[in-house]
């Protein structure tokens, strides 16, 4: 009988952080990186990453769900995703697609509960239903001063010719994402086996130097393989 061909295992790769500190930036780098070895990767986000998520994300990010409570909005956050690992993440790594998703389950955890004050057991629980056992092989959080982090997005919709509105989250105060930056920095504490904390306060290619750098350390199949 014919062996079955040797296929590589599909990796899930999350990216995580407050806001503005380079996740989509790295992202498209990763992603661009891995083409150059011939590894079959697709680029998504959170909220979102499918047409219905998508819907949700508008509404959450308008403002719209806020009248609701931060509990519902958890819930929201929850359905999303279950959407997205069911119809994206998880047909994508069966047939053998890296999946790099800028934010997942840790966003829902660091803002709706560590930061939102949503009962651990409700987020443990929606984590549990949302995810459906596709917990992230590697989760990268990118953690620096959220003051300079803001300053990089308001440089960006100076950049983009934007008034600097923000949407939902990127409004709140100052020590709001400084409370944020320090519940990243406990998840990773509590998942010491999943989660990298790499500093995002350097340049681009830096950064992406130190990301690539931990992940050929971790898949064995990237193994000394440099920075193309
Ligand atoms: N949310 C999400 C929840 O509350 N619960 C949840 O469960 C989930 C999933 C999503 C919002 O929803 C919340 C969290 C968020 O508030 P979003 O817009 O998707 O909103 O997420 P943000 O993280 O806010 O996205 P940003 O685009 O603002 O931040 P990024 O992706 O971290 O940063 P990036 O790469 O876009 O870079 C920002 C700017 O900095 C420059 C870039 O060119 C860009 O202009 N830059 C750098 N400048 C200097 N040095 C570097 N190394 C740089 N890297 C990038």
Known sequence: MLEAPHRRPARFIT???GE????????????????????EAVRTREPGGTPKAEAIR???????????????????????????????????LAQGTWVISDRFAD???????????VDDK???????????????????ILDMDPDVAFRRVEMRSIE??????????????????RRLRQNFLDIARANPDRCVVITAD???EELEAAIWSVITSRFPELNGRPLP
């Open 15 to 17: 990216f995580e952080g």
């Open 20 to 39: 503005g500190v380079g996740k989509s930036t790295q992202v498209r780098r990763l992603l661009n990186n891995l083409s150059h070895y011939d590894i």
């Open 58 to 92: 508008a509404f959450i990010l308008q403002g719209r769900s806020e009248p609701w409570g931060v509990g519902a909005e958890a819930v929201l956050f929850a359905a999303a995703r279950h959407d997205h690992v069911t119809q994206l993440i998880a047909p994508n």
């Open 107 to 117: 966003s829902t955890r660091a803002y709706q509960g560590l930061t939102g004050g």
């Open 122 to 140: 409700l987020i443990d629980a929606l984590e549990t239903l949302a995810l459906d056992g596709h917990t992230p092989d590697l989760t990268i």
């Open 160 to 177: 983009d010719g934007l008034q600097a509105t923000g949407d939902r989250f990127e409004n709140e105060e100052i020590e709001f994402h």
């Open 202 to 204: 350097q340049s681009e």
